[in-house]
Every structure is written in C-alpha cells, then in structure tokens.
C-alpha cells in the first residue's frame, strides 16, 4: 500500500472510524435498532440489516481469541484475532509485547501510536 | 432437481510439468484441455460449455475461449479459490441436467513458481476496494498466518498437536514417493516436520504445501454421451457448495464451510461418509486436511488429531486413504488452487488408475472436497462425491 489516505477514497463508509483513531479515539459500529456490535464497521448492519448504524466509543479491550507469530518475516511479528468486550472480534497485531508471553484467551488493551502507511492502526498489547 | 446421475467425469488430465517457464498461461490452459479431451475420447469440436476459476486470464471466461477457439453455448466463471474446480463439476452436472450443455470443459492452470509467486507468506494484494481490505492487509494478514489463526485456535480447544498435524504430512509423502512427477518424494518422518523450521505458529514449513507451475482439465458429459466413450463410467452421486465468512465478527474458527457442503452432498447421494473408500481432501496446510475431514463427518469435531495419527490416512495401511497422488503437500499446487488435482486423483482411483502401490482395491464411492479463499477470514467449500459404475 502507498498512503493509506489513497486507499480511504475507496472506503468513505469508514473514514470517521480512521479520523477518529488519529485523535486517540476507539469507535466501534452498533445498531441503534438491534443494539448488537459487528466488526468490520458497515453502514448496513450485517445482523439485522438495518440502515440505523451508529458510532459508540469502544472499551478497547478484549481477550486474544487466536494468534499466530509470523517467525518467517525478517523481524517476526504477531497476528491475532481479539474478541472485544463489546462482543465482535477484530483482526489485529500484537504489538509492545513479548512474543513469547501470546497465549490463547490473554488479556489484551488497545495500544496506541502504531502507523502503517501513515494511518494509526487499531493494534493491542498484553495486560 | 438434483444432480446424482445427471452427469459423467469422462476425461482427465494433470499436467506433468512443475515449472513451466517457457509456456504461456494460455498454453497451457490449451494443454491440459486438450489432454483431457483425449482421455475422454472426445475432440475440443465436442466441447458445448467451458467453465474456468479465478486463475483464467481475462475476464472471466473470455479470453480462454477466445485463445482456444471454443465454440460454446454455455460458460461460467464462478470463483471460490482453490475449490472452484469441484464446484464447477456440480455446476457443470447441474447445466447438463437442465439441457444448457452436453460436454463441459473446466480448465484450470499457471505459472506462479516461474513467475516468483510465493504467494503464503507475503500479505496479500487483493483489490484495495474489498471491504475488508482495510482491516486485514495493513495487519499484515498472508496465506499462512490466516490459517495458522484456525490451527490455533483448534489445539486451545481441543488439544490438537503439532505431531498429530504432522502425520498428514507423513502420509502425502508415503503416496508421493509412488508419483515420478511429484515434487517432493522423500518420505518423511513427524519428527522431521514438526523440526522444520517455524513460519507461523504453529504451522512449520512441512505443514505447508508446495508452490508450482501447472495446471489440470476435466470434461463432464451427459451420461449417455459417457456410455458410447471407452473409458470407465464415472458419475457424479452427489455434490454441494457452501460460504463461510465472518458473520459481523461472530465466528468460530475451529470449522469450515465442509461442514455446511459435506451433509447437503451426502444427503444428495444418498450415502454417509462411512460408505467413502478414498478422500481427495485440500492440502493447503496439514491443518486444513484435519478440519475438513472433522466438517466431513469422517470424525468427530474435535477428534481429527487421533483420527489422522498413526498412519489412518496412509493407502493399504490406514482406514481413510486420502490424497494418494501426494496431494498439494508434496505433489503439486498449480496456480495455488488444489481443487482440480482433488478430482484427478477421485476420478484414477475410481478407475483404478492410481499407482498401483497406493491403488484403494475396491474403490466405488470416492469424494472429493475443497475449500478457496481462506479459512481465516471467508471462504468457499465444495463436496463431490463420485461413483463408478
């Protein structure tokens, strides 16, 4: 990817999300009609359909549902899924962490200050 | 309407080479169509539907019809992956069935390896305007750490092991020291795989399949079209496709869309996986072997890791004979799609055309099974069940 503002003219359905991370903010896509959370964030809820979607700021924890370590890559680096309290799980990078500390069902919290392509990413570290 | 005896695999054909730096996608497309053609019997003047996967270049079928020089009345793109190939010999069963063709080609081929693809271990390049690109490309997300997520998450919740993954492995490269075009033909050793070295945790390099030039064709024909052919009448008893996908961020890893396809394709064919005399299952990893044949039914969810030990999967030595050509771990992945190949080696064992040291004896009900796209994120399955007649 080049700058990720050249990707986000695909994507106006989502730009809020990414302004607000840059201003250390968290959202999180809800229904105001079925009031249940999805991720990726839509539009159009994926659970209902309902048009009635909304922000709502996020916890920014969870726990890790899965990861995997990738020791290929020149300096290793960790994937994961984490399953947010808000209920919806994200896929993320483990990051500020000890790689060998990762286990299934860890704690995890969002951790600020990661950029790819210049656009804060919503990537968390061990509790 | 159903499908079950509505349509015959009449031709096959795998392509021999592994690498093919001096032939063209096109080329080789035409290669093993021809090929197939010639198994069946029939000439690419018989051919009245054609129907290609994702790695077709062009768009959708165009362009191969076009070098070909087809005269078609049906054709049809559909692309889930790697499995696409198995969905279209149900779709192509499904068009014969409703009159729209009469000889179905399905080709599949290219050249990832001459073109320096090694396409599992760097992030992808998927079209930047997929909405879920945004969320999965910047983390980093390729082919392997996508499904190592999967293995993980099935070893936390059901104690599944490194070693027992590994016994996959083992027993593709038992079959593929049989097969001389196979790429890899050393016979190993679980101690061997799970010392291989790590790529992403907890699939090792041995846990993963090979990448390779190449390509396969089948021709699917109207069963009185198979009946005038000389060669054994293989018919298709049942099949069914399925999606699995995120649903909003509410999914379970530890299955796959097997679980949704295999039932609807046992259900048509009128038969349960204990009537299965030889499986082609998906080899992307060892891991997508174990789940698949848990979503099959072969097992019980959970319980893939003893079911796969111990050489159960080995032909003439374990209950459940499966990929007996080495499959994608050790005999070839064109184009990163192992769907093709799946049916190839269904359709030699139905024949009794296997290598004769893998051969299943007896073997009249057989299935093929895939899953496209990734099983980390969304994906496509597709079941075939097949039976000689």
């Not at chain 2, 279209?88 to 009159?99: F, N, R, S, T, W």
């Not at chain 2, 010392?195 to 993963?208: F, G, K, W």
Request: aromatic share 6%; proline share 5%.
């Amino acid at each position: 990817m080049a700058d990720f503002s050249d990707l986000m003219i695909h994507h106006p359905e989502t730009a809020e999300f990414w302004q607000a991370l840059e201003e250390g903010r968290f959202l999180i896509r809800f229904c105001a009609d079925c009031e249940k959370a999805h991720w990726y964030p839509r539009a159009i809820c994926p659970h209902c359909h309902s048009a009635h979607t909304e922000w709502r700021e996020g916890s920014g924890e969870g726990n890790i549902y899965s990861y995997s370590v990738m020791r290929r890559a020149e300096t290793p680096y960790t994937i994961a899924y984490v399953r947010l309290d808000e209920g919806p799980i994200l896929m993320t990078n483990i990051v500020d962490s000890d790689l060998e500390a990762i286990t299934v069902e860890h704690r995890v919290r969002l951790a600020w200050g990661h950029k790819v392509d210049g656009q804060t990413m919503p990537m968390f570290a061990l509790s | 309407m159903s499908i079950r005896g509505k349509a015959c695999i009449a031709g096959i054909y795998e392509h021999p080479l592994r690498k093919a730096p001096d032939k063209s996608v096109a080329q080789l497309h035409a290669e093993v169509a021809l090929g197939a053609l010639a198994d069946a019997g029939l000439t690419i003047d018989d051919v009245d539907g054609y129907f290609c996967g994702g790695d077709a270049p062009g768009t959708g079928p165009l362009s191969l019809i076009d070098y070909m020089n087809l005269n078609v009345r049906h054709a049809d793109s559909s692309n889930i992956g790697g499995a696409s190939y198995i969905l279209h010999v149900g779709h192509a069963a499904e068009a014969i069935a409703a009159g729209k063709c009469d000889v179905a080609l399905i080709t599949l081929a290219g050249r990832p390896r001459s073109e320096g693809l090694s396409k599992g271990i760097v992030p992808r390049t998927d079209n930047p305007v997929q909405p879920d690109f945004p969320w999965e490309s910047p983390m980093r997300m390729t082919t392997v750490n996508a499904y190592a997520m999967c293995a993980m998450r099935h070893m936390y919740e059901y104690g599944t092991t490194s070693e027992q993954l590994a016994w996959i492995k083992v027993a593709a490269s038992h079959h593929a020291q049989h097969n001389p075009n196979a790429m890899l033909r050393d016979v190993v050793t679980v101690e061997d795989v799970v010392n291989s070295p790590m790529i992403a945790d907890p699939l090792h390099r041995l846990d993963c399949c090979v990448v390779s030039d190449g390509g396969g064709a089948l021709v699917v024909v109207r069963p009185e079209i198979a009946k005038e052919l000389n060669r054994p009448k293989i018919m298709v008893r049942g099949g069914a496709e399925a999606v699995k996908h995120q649903s909003g961020g509410t999914f379970d890893l530890t299955w796959s869309a097997g679980a949704l396809s295999g039932p609807k394709a046992f259900e048509e064919a009128g038969i349960t996986p204990d009537d299965i005399k030889y499986v082609s299952v998906y080899d992307s990893f060892t891991y997508t072997v174990l789940t698949q044949l848990e979503d099959l039914g072969f097992c019980e969810k959970g319980k893939g890791g003893a079911f796969v030990s111990d050489g159960n999967l080995i032909s003439g030595v374990g209950k459940l004979p499966f990929n007996t050509d080495g499959g994608g771990l050790c005999n070839n992945h064109p184009v990163h799609r192992g769907g093709m190949t799946k049916v190839i080696e269904t359709v030699r064992q139905l024949r009794g055309e296997a290598h004769p040291a893998v051969q299943v004896p007896g073997c009249d009900l057989a299935l093929a099974h895939g899953t496209g796209g990734n099983l980390g994120t969304r994906h496509g399955a597709a079941t075939l069940i097949l039976e000689r007649q």
